[in-house]
């Protein structure tokens, strides 16, 4: 990922973080037919460095992964947090400057390792369920033999998280007035994905980036 020095992440903690608050991304494989890309939630264990999620059987990804466990071969998944357009007319009339676009992304580099164990499955969907429920569904509620047909339809995988990338780019190019101009404005949108934008934005410029 390109990323300008003024736009890097601040330490990895915050890349980390973003990981962990919108995973739901992007992996990406290169195999022997090209390139694969799959949209998936994925999990952060920070205790074993690797990223886990899982495909259905029958996409072809799925070949990818194998082939690039056995030659030990990195892929990539990507993940994106707050963004939103930033229009010049938001900067001091003296500042000149063209449209842009701010966001925070992550780049996670890793070999892959494939799971079919249904015991390791059945913990893989229980720990994502856990992440990301509001109404206290349960895995282990459910009805055993319906689980176990549902394991059967999905390959999991880890990835040895090798490399990590952070790109947050929150205006830290413009002067102080630009950049409270541009929360503000954001701020007072009155969109949700604005505000979130703004957050970050804000929580950076106290942190001094």
């Not at 604005?194 to 950076?204: G, N």
Request: hydrophobic share 40%; proline share 6%; glycine share 8%.
């Amino acid at each position: 990922m390109y990323i300008p020095g003024p736009f890097a992440s601040p330490h990895e903690e915050a890349t980390l973080a973003l990981v962990e608050r919108y995973g739901f991304g992007q992996l990406v494989t290169n195999g022997a037919d090209g390139l694969i890309a799959s949209h998936l939630p994925m999990q952060l264990d920070r205790a074993r460095n690797v990223l886990i999620g899982h495909l259905a059987g029958p996409n072809p990804q799925t070949d990818h992964l194998a082939a690039c466990a056995k030659a030990g071969t990195p892929v990539l998944a990507m993940f994106e947090g707050p963004h939103g357009y930033v229009s010049p007319s938001w900067y001091a009339p003296t500042n000149k400057s063209v449209p842009t676009w701010n966001y925070a992304a992550a780049h996670v580099y890793g070999v892959p390792s494939l799971i079919t164990d249904k015991a390791t499955l059945h913990g893989l969907v229980d720990n994502l369920a856990k992440q990301y429920e509001r109404l206290g569904w349960r895995i282990e509620a459910q009805d055993k033999a319906y689980i176990d047909t549902m394991l059967s339809g999905i390959v999991g995988f880890e990835l040895a998280i090798s490399r990590i990338e952070g790109k947050f780019k929150l205006s830290q190019n413009r002067n102080a007035t630009d950049r409270a101009n541009v929360i503000a404005v954001l701020a007072a949108s009155g969109n949700a994905d604005d505000a979130a934008l703004a957050e970050l934005m804000q929580s950076h410029l106290e942190k001094g980036k």
